[in-house]
């Protein structure tokens, strides 16, 4: 399976609770089809004490979403746009915005 998005991308979400906003990509799932993306999709999590956390409590941590729920940001449009990958000459592949064909990194 080709995935579009990667670590390090700017997305927007284009669905669920959290629609409109948009986040860096921390990590990537690719055999569960979902991605972390920086403050997208938190959640709670209740954390006893201990050395690490000496006072305990709650504390807001983000949960993976699912891959179709985000869109690629074109850096120099600031738009979602989809991707095309071309072959370079030296045989090495590019990431490509379909709408302004702006090479991604």
Sequence with gaps: MSLGIRKGDKVKII???DKGKTGKVIHVYPKKGR???EGINM????????QQNPQGGVLSKEIPIQLSNLSLLDSSTNKTTRIQTLVAKDGSKQRVAA???AVFA
């Design 15 to 17: 669905a669920g609770r």
């Design 43 to 50: 959640a709670k999590k209740h954390v006893r004490r201990s």
């Design 35 to 37: 991605a972390l993306v």
């Design 99 to 101: 709408k302004s064909k």
